[in-house]
């Protein structure tokens, strides 16, 4: 069975690096999926923010492109998710998925994390 | 980017009861939606793919349907670990991936 985790912390003050790490179980990174990142602000709806492939294919929001940097670790089976200059905006639940990059499922989600919180603020 | 626009934002119903949840595309995005589950602390759960497809797991009283702009979700039979938000996920073009704004069912 298939689990991810995130990890990282929980506040990050304004303007800094938002940075999380998502461990993948029971599959292994380079097993030919993409790997996503997706938000939900509090009291808000979903935010796809990336996929990224262990090739180094990766597919950005264009609203969050020039902030993100997103990075495949096969060694430690993980991915992880970088987010520059943050403000109070990107104060949201954090989760990270799997993503078949071929078929009917293509860019759906499954399975996801349970999500971590992530709160900006001074 | 194709805006996903769900509807209604809250669906009142008691179990044992249908529930219908609609998705609307902005333009044609053929079969490619899914929907998903959310419940507070727990991990969002694939519920249907291209449309009508049912994830592993997925009871069958959840049903998908609709192609080109148009989609629903039916859950027939409500149980009680079935209230919840539903959301619906265009996968057909990107960038962006998009989502609708969420339906919750609620008793």
């Known amino acids: 069975q298939v689990q991810l985790q995130e990890s990282g912390p929980g506040l990050v003050k304004p303007s800094e690096t938002l940075f999380l790490t998502c461990d993948v179980s029971g599959d292994s990174i380079g097993n030919g999926f993409y790997w996503g990142w997706i938000r939900q602000p509090p009291g808000k709806g979903l935010e796809w923010i990336v996929n990224?492939?262990?090739?180094?294919?990766?597919y950005y929001s264009p609203s969050l492109k020039s902030r993100v940097t997103v990075s495949v670790d096969t060694s430690k089976n993980q991915f992880s998710l970088r987010l520059d200059s943050v403000t109070a905006a990107d104060t949201a639940v954090y989760y990270c998925?799997?993503?078949?990059?071929?078929?009917?499922?293509?860019?759906?989600?499954?399975?996801w994390s349970q999500g971590t919180l992530v709160t900006v603020s001074s | 980017e194709i805006v996903m626009t769900q509807s209604p934002a809250t669906l009142s119903v008691s179990p044992g009861e249908t529930a219908t949840l609609s998705c609307r595309a902005s333009e044609n995005i053929r079969i490619n939606l899914a929907w998903y589950q959310l419940k507070p602390g727990q991990a969002p759960r694939l519920l249907i793919y291209a449309a009508s497809t049912r994830a592993t797991g997925v009871p069958a009283r959840f049903s998908g349907s609709g192609s080109g702009t148009e989609f629903t979700l039916t859950i027939s039979s409500l149980q009680s670990e079935d209230f919840a938000v539903y959301y619906c996920q265009q996968h057909n073009k990107w960038p962006p991936l998009t989502f609708g704004g969420g339906t919750k069912v609620e008793i």
């Open positions: 998925a799997r993503a078949p990059s071929a078929g009917a499922g293509l860019f759906s989600f499954d399975p």
């Open positions: 990224v492939h262990q090739n180094g294919n990766t």
